[in-house]
């Protein structure tokens, strides 16, 4: 069997379960073959040898099951840098890019600042403000150990060292310092939620998901704890789901915040919400 051949079986077989069937099919054989992507441009003709088959029919069963491309290649690209993700930890999605672009474009570059990222998933957000910004000190925390390792095999990828790491529930494993800036992107999806039945959802950490009810206890003890580790005039900013922007901008309220505003997303859909602290704080034990 030729390249060109495999690629169009591959192709029709994923037209059933895939919403991008060609390409699922050239990134799959791509990383079974460990090619360039212009193989299928230049060596379209070659023969597929019987152990590069049944890589390729490997990672087709996976991906005819519904797991994500992202988990099948151990990588995501977020803001440009290729990060290693697991099923221990959330697929970083562009949208949540936006939290960078706001940071790099309100907070101030030339200062060093202290910031936390809170359920720091593979370390996408603080990776990401780290790389950018080198004088800014990054606090990331997770309460799952094996999303930790994941995200500091992601930081060291990079060879970023102004960026820490702490295992414990959003706010327990911080330091005991002021924040000028916390981010986080929690979970935020209610349990009952038909999203949750989509065939890639299935593979993703529940815990980076789900969040109650209604889909608010995890931006809830954020936003009501936030003020106890943010400087006078700190910034909190959350990523929440596209229903939910009038709930998070009554918390922020009932929390003591100024400055409110909802972001959107390239869809325009309501995917942030921003709001800067009156005063500080006693830091909260």
Do not use: C
């Not at 440009?80 to 570059?109: G, M, Q």
């Not at 720091?120 to 925390?141: F, K, V, Y």
């Amino acid at each position: 069997m030729t390249l060109q051949e495999l690629l169009k079986q591959i192709q029709n077989k994923l037209s059933i379960t895939s919403q991008t069937p060609k390409l699922d099919a050239e990134i799959i054989i791509n990383a079974a073959l460990q090619a360039s992507p212009t193989i299928f441009y230049t060596d379209s003709q070659r023969n597929i040898t019987e152990s590069e088959l049944k890589r390729v029919h490997a990672l087709l069963q996976r991906r005819q099951q519904g797991e994500p491309i992202a988990y099948l290649l151990s990588e995501k690209e977020f803001w440009s840098l290729k990060l290693e993700v697991t099923p221990d930890t959330l697929i970083p999605r562009p949208e949540t890019e936006h939290l960078i672009e706001w940071a790099l474009t309100y907070l101030p570059n030339n200062k060093p600042l202290k910031i936390a990222d809170l359920g720091t998933g593979s370390g996408a957000i603080a990776i990401a403000l780290a790389h950018e910004q080198p004088n800014w000190q990054l606090h990331a925390t997770d309460e799952s150990f094996a999303a930790l390792k994941v995200a500091i095999r992601n930081a060291q990828r990079f060879n970023l060292q102004n960026i820490s790491f702490y295992q414990g529930d959003w706010f327990s494993a911080l330091p005991q310092i002021k924040f000028d800036a916390i981010f986080s992107n929690p979970p935020y999806i209610a349990e009952q939620d038909p999203y949750l039945n989509a065939p890639e959802m299935r593979f993703e950490p529940k815990r980076a998901l789900i969040a109650g009810t209604e889909g608010l206890d995890a931006l809830q003890i954020i936003i009501n704890n936030a003020t106890h580790y943010l400087q006078e005039q700190g910034w909190l900013i959350v990523e929440h789901g596209y229903d939910q922007a009038n709930r998070i901008d009554a918390l922020f309220d009932q929390a003591g915040f100024s400055q409110i505003k909802t972001l959107h997303d390239l869809a325009e859909i309501p995917r942030f919400t921003v709001g800067q602290s009156k005063s500080a704080t006693p830091v909260k034990r």
